[in-house]
């Protein structure tokens, strides 16, 4: 795949941002795009929070691998996230690989890639890094933050660092803290990766080698997670490729074999190893209980955000469980909270997919805020 | 790990052994263990069939890695399947590593070990290898076969195959084919290991190498399928190592990971990454329903059997849903069958475990049905 990152548009944001591990970032670069537009009171703004594997390119083409953007079905001219009404901002996480400050990108200090040299980040600082896009757009609040697991933990994140600066907040598919479980899948993630010799120690953007297949069997994991055991029996069940028996060798069998070795093998050629180590430790250091010493209403105490939360019936990384404890903490301190649980086969993918209940869910919830925030800014 | 092969029993079987794959195995070695003894009438003989990772050392000590036996707390003296009263035989399944023919082995063609020259082999092989046992002991038919997850698997072979040569069976924690979740898991954990430049085109024992880390996450991605997601929270929740904070670094922070690690490495010790290959392409192969033209009662038709079929509740591996498709095959036959689900918390890992109820489960059926078989034999 040939990857265009010229295309890709950027600010550089010139004040120091102290991360969670206490190192400073003097600097740091933004990668972002926008769809529709910004309205004269400035009240139509929406920022997404982008998942793991995601990026800024949320619709329309993502001009770097030439692909559509990754929530396509649902943000565009006319769909549930209407960029003919609402101004939708979406950043790459910093630590991530899509133009953002990363381990990617040159550490000013020494010309090379940063690599492992990066400060391991946390949600919060993804969250306090991409804050400051509002302020560059002139943004004062924002009608609604949102976005889908890793997204939703920014969303919640977002609440409780800047509750002033949005009218509402649409936490999907998602979580208050990592599970062990989830932990687990994520440090099995890191392990492959950091089994592949190719990954040489995090210097292989120096050393000019590609940990191909450690990368990609950490997504296979991921994959694996991201579907429902119902899901993949409908999709794949035992269906073969196109031979009629089993080979009796190694190769490729199962369908489900090579949509999996093909999930992982292409996600390599759009992904950076070291990013997939950040990013999953940033989703497993997050943890709303802990940071608000084991009281989770207290992260959003005096909170005059308006929740739409939303989960998903066969989601079994992030559960519907995970999400009512959210609700449960929301409710506790009286903070105007709608829950959805979607029921879909589709497991923890269901946000990406289509899945006209979660659209219709978004489209209601987003439209009818706006007629409240407009009147009030 | 000093691993102590030279204890193992070993039966050489002269008989050639027609495999599914079309090849025919001349001879073949059964590395077996046995417990108790075996009474004058011969009608106390128990076949345990081991799991994916198990071997012939069902109780007491493994006298290869001097731990204990894998089912240590189920069967012995004065436990569940009492070995006073029971005689338990178990072999390594063909394909494993701990001396029965398998891909570890002497190729006596070559005289190097198999490797990937090994036939691909299916559970009904590994069954019909199994049975010489029962005419190398005299034994006509069991009082029993048993076994959890892939012994369960070879319970249910067993009586495919062997109608008359059991007469009870109790498939544990199984199904009577592989889901596509199934194959997926099974198939992250092949590739992890072929992606190990160690792993060397399955040559390394030839080439003195070690596939270590592709190994040791195939079976971390094993050991997650293994625990339900409640049983990895209480035992390990978000609880950090001895340290009081994350260290934000790519090192185990949070105890699960730890676990994940040990578990992983500390197999390598003991098992060969290319059975590990072998066996799980022969469970993700297996499918009674397909050798029965998708009707699964075909598969026991006519069938004297006695069947216990158990499940446990939170086992998402092998769910009770996948029991229940077993039980009513056998219930649409006619067939003698008791089913129970089991409540506990250690998902598929819970007929290792210390599980009273299903301990209690398996006593009460082993026993009444020695009463039964007994006068009758």
Redesign the interface.
């Known amino acids: 795949m040939n990857l265009n990152f010229s295309s890709i548009k950027k600010i550089k944001i010139e004040k120091p941002l102290l991360l ?3 190192v400073t970032l003097s600097g740091f670069n933004l990668a972002y795009e926008t769809y529709g537009k910004l309205n004269e009171k400035k009240n139509n703004a929406i920022l997404v929070f982008h998942a793991l594997s995601g990026d800024q390119f949320v619709t329309e083409t993502n001009t770097v691998t030439n692909k559509d953007g990754w929530w396509n079905l649902a943000v565009g001219k006319d769909k549930s996230i209407d960029t003919n009404k609402y101004f939708v901002i979406c950043a790459n996480v910093i630590g991530g690989c899509m133009g953002s400050t990363g381990p990617k990108e040159i550490d000013p200090s020494t010309g090379k890639p940063y690599g ?1 040299n990066f ?2 980040i946390t949600i919060k600082d993804m969250v306090s890094a991409q804050a400051h896009l509002l302020d560059y757009f002139g943004i004062k609040k924002t009608l609604a933050v949102l976005g889908g697991s890793m997204g939703g933990m920014q969303a919640l994140q977002f609440c409780t660092l800047f509750p002033e600066r949005t009218y509402a907040s649409i936490p999907i598919a998602c979580a208050a ?5 989830n ?3 994520n ?2 993630a ?3 990766i ?4 190719e990954w040489d120690n995090g210097n292989y953007l120096t050393s000019g080698k590609v940990p191909r ?2 990368l ?2 950490a997504r ?2 991921g ?2 997670s991201y ?1 429902s ?1 119902q899901g ?2 409908n ?4 269906k073969l490729q196109k031979q009629t028996d ?1 080979k ?3 190769d ?3 369908e ?2 090579s949509y ?2 093909y999930q ?1 093998y292409s996600f390599v050629d759009r992904f950076d190893a070291n990013s997939y ?1 950040y990013i999953t ?1 940033a989703m ?2 997050f ?1 709303l209980y ?1 940071q608000n010493n084991g009281n989770l209403s207290k992260a959003f105490d005096g909170s005059k955000i308006k929740y739409c939360i939303i989960s998903f019936s066969t989601d ?1 990384l992030y ?1 519907t469980l995970e999400s009512k404890k959210i609700v449960i903490a929301l409710n506790s301190i009286g903070a105007e909270v709608s829950f959805v649980e979607i029921v879909s086969n589709n497991g923890h993918d269901s946000f990406l997919v289509d899945e006209p209940a979660f659209f219709n869910t978004l489209k209601g919830f987003i439209d009818s805020t706006y007629e409240e925030f407009k009147n009030e800014i």
């Open positions: 969670d591990c206490g492992l400060p391991v803290s990592h599970s062990a479980q932990i687990a899948f440090e099995l890191r392990q492959a950091m089994a592949d010799p297949k450690g990609a069997i296979m994991a994959h694996i579907l055991e993949l029996q999709k794949f069940g035992r089993v009796f060798t190694f490729a069998d199962f489900v074999e999996l070795k992982g180590l430790r497993d250091y943890d802990k079994w559960p």
